[in-house]
Each structure stands twice: as C-alpha cells, then as structure tokens.
C-alpha cells in the first residue's frame, strides 16, 4: 500500500468554524507532514513530524494546530481562519529524507 | 541558504518530441534531489530521486534525469512525450534540519500539443 488519504476532499467553513483535516498512511513511514498550496505556487511546508514528534514549525500561525495520534494518522486542526488561507491543503510522508508520498490534498475554502 | 531554481515557467512540446525540463540548486554537500509532478487538483507524485551513485537515475513514467556537479543541475528528460504528461512539474532538494524539509523550484508547468 502506497497511499496516503486525506480527508475530506474539501471543506469550506466559516472564519469562527473549528474543522480537522484528516491524514493516514499505512507504509510505516516515521516522516510526515503538512504543506500549503496556493493556485500555481509549489508547496509551502507547514509542519514536519518525525517519530510522532513535531520537528519542523515553519512559524505557521496558531490557528493551524497538528497533531499526531500515531505514526499513521497527522491532524491539521483549524480555528478562526482567514480568507487567505484557503487554499489546497497536502499532507505527504516519507521513510526519512527518501522522498515523499502525497495525498490527494483537501481543498480549503474560507468565507 | 539552499535553494532550488527552474528557469522555465512554461513549456510546450509536440506529443512525440523529446522533453527537457531544467532545474539548477544550490547545496553545500551532495543534495538529495527529486522531481515530483502535480495533475491539476491533484497531489505531487514523486517521478525519481538521486541520492549519490549513477549520476543517471531512472524514474517512472518513462522519464529520467542527470545529475552534474559541476553545473550544479539537475534536468529532466523524457524521450517521446505523450499528451497525459501535460502537467506541473517540481524539481526540489532535501535538507536534514532535525528533520527533513524540502525545498521545491517554483516549477514548470508543461503543455503538449498534438
């Protein structure tokens, strides 16, 4: 199995909502994490776990809130967004610095 | 700082024809290389990496790259381009901060014509 889902495929929610983006993979990756995606921008890296533990923060605003349950599953909890930070939302992982896995995103709609 | 350049915003090829997509980094030691490509509203899905070893690595896809030092590049290749390839293409370097952050090109988008 060398997928990674993510959940939903999209969401739009108010700027006071609180909603979860879902993560999971199965390859028994220890690397996961979280990147930002503007209209034809590359990925913008969020946050980085390694072994269940938040390794990289990129200075990602407070209203972005990962978690990590197990060395399957990574959260992205949202609250109180802003507009701009709709956008497509990936998580990925990797066995180390071998490459990365990504999923099929959640697409973020703010209003 | 590490960094990672593609010259060309965009790219059309005729389906058939071969394909070369640049990209140059800057690293102080031997980088972890890769290139992912993205369909619209999709994920990235990694097309072939270069750790060290065989400075021409394999990917899937029918695509390749060449690693030189002495450039500092990086290119993308693929012999005979078909119409399913037209897509959004990053080439991106690894870095071990304590953890390992990647640091993508701006990308390449490719158009191909019949």
């Known amino acids: 199995d060398t997928e990674v889902t993510q959940t939903p495929k999209h969401l739009v929610m108010g700027m006071t909502n609180k909603k979860s983006l879902k993560c999971e993979q199965h390859?028994?990756?220890?690397?996961m994490y979280w990147y930002k995606q503007k209209a034809k921008k590359p990925p913008e890296l969020m946050f980085v776990?390694?072994?269940?533990?938040?390794?990289i923060n990129e200075s990602v605003p407070s209203r972005f809130s990962p978690e990590c349950p197990n060395s399957s599953l990574l959260n992205l909890h949202l609250h109180a967004l802003q507009p701009e930070d709709s956008a497509l939302y990936l998580c990925?992982?990797?066995?180390?610095?071998?490459?990365?896995?990504f999923g099929p995103g959640t697409r973020l709609t703010v209003t | 700082a590490q960094s990672v350049t593609q010259p060309d915003i965009h790219i059309t090829v005729s389906e058939g024809a071969s394909l070369e997509l640049r990209c140059n980094y800057s690293?102080?030691?031997?980088?972890?290389l890769f290139w992912y490509v993205q369909s619209p509203g999709q994920g990235l899905q990694l097309l072939l990496k270069?750790?060290?070893?065989?400075?021409l690595v394999q990917g899937i896809k029918g695509f390749e790259a060449e690693f030189k030092r002495s450039q500092s590049s990086f290119n993308l290749r693929k012999p005979s381009v078909h119409w399913s390839d037209a897509a959004e293409y990053f080439c991106?370097?690894?870095?071990?901060?304590?953890?390992?952050?990647?640091?993508f090109g701006a990308g390449t988008r490719l158009f191909v014509k019949a």
């Open positions: 690293y102080g030691a031997t980088p972890y």
């Open positions: 776990y390694s072994y269940e533990k938040l390794s």
């Open positions: 390859m028994g990756h220890r690397a």
């Open positions: 990925a992982s990797s066995q180390e610095g071998t490459g990365q896995y």
């Open positions: 270069y750790f060290s070893g065989d400075t």
């Open positions: 991106a370097v690894v870095q071990n901060t304590g953890g390992f952050k990647t640091i």
